[in-house]
T-cell receptor, first 114, second 112 residues
Framework: AQSVTQLGSHVSVSEGALVLLRCNYSSSVPPYLFWYVQYPNQGLQLLLK??????LVKGINGFEAEFNKSETSFHLTKPSAHMSDAAEYFC????????????FGSGTQLTVLP | SQTIHQWPATLVQPVGSPLSLECTVEGTSNPNLYWYRQAAGRGLQLLFYSVGIGQISSEVPQNLSASRPQDRQFILSSKKLLLSDSGFYLC???????????FGSGTQLSVL
């Protein structure tokens, strides 16, 4: 069984400040890891994913995440927040080769303050 | 290119009424199809997934059902809606043996 924990349901940062959204997972097998973003009243958009290889993954809109196997974490970061980054962010995990697909975290609402 | 269509975008239904949400995928064949629900303040919950026509796997027992009458069509239904069925419903697809999931734009369902 797999699960995802996102620490902090609401995170506020000032424009230009560092964004750090935390995600920890549990999985019985090496997982695939994802971050999705959901803008108000829209579907989900993939930000980035980790499958194999380099543990630092770069995504769209300046976001990146690092897979840390020992800490079972996949935290999302962005060096400088922009007002347009305000959205809800979901971490997700899936088992390799499984048709069942993703297990999502409960989400983190990011607010960017002017 | 592949696209996913989901409708309606918003829906307001009385308790006890039936439900039908439709999702279609274009530009691919034999996709895996998924229905997720996002309840207010909660994460996304997988409701159903399908690996082929007529093949439905249910993740959560409830008064919802899903059907796949055609290869690229996935329907979420209910005979009698409950208040607790309110939420944001998302259809998604992926190619077999590819981990990337593509989402539709979602349906906001309010049961009153």
């Amino acid at each position: 069984a797999q699960s995802v924990t996102q620490l902090g349901s609401h995170v506020s940062v000032s424009e230009g400040a560092l964004v750090l959204l935390r995600c920890n997972y549990s999985s019985s097998v090496p997982p695939y890891l994802f971050w999705y973003v959901q803008y108000p009243n829209q579907g989900l958009q993939l930000l980035l994913k980790y499958t194999t290889g380099a543990t630092l993954v770069k995504g769209i809109n300046g976001f990146e995440a690092e897979f840390n196997k020992s800490e079972t974490s996949f935290h999302l970061t962005k060096p400088s927040a922009h007002m347009s980054d305000a959205a809800e962010y979901f971490c997700a995990v899936s088992e390799r080769g499984s048709a069942r697909q993703l297990t999502f975290g409960s989400g983190t609402q990011l607010t960017v303050l002017p | 290119s592949q696209t996913i269509h989901q409708w309606p975008a918003t829906l307001v239904q009385p308790v006890g009424s039936p439900l039908s949400l439709e999702c279609t995928v274009e530009g691919t064949s034999n996709p895996n199809l998924y229905w997720y629900r996002q309840a207010a303040g909660r994460g996304l919950q997988l409701l159903f997934y399908s690996v082929g026509i007529g093949q439905i796997s249910s993740e959560v027992p409830q008064n919802l059902s899903a059907s796949r009458p055609q290869d690229r069509q996935f329907i979420l239904s209910s005979k009698k809606l409950l208040l607790s069925d309110s939420g944001f419903y998302l259809c998604a697809w992926r190619r077999i043996a590819n981990e990337k999931l593509f989402f539709g734009s979602g349906t906001q369902l309010s049961v009153l």
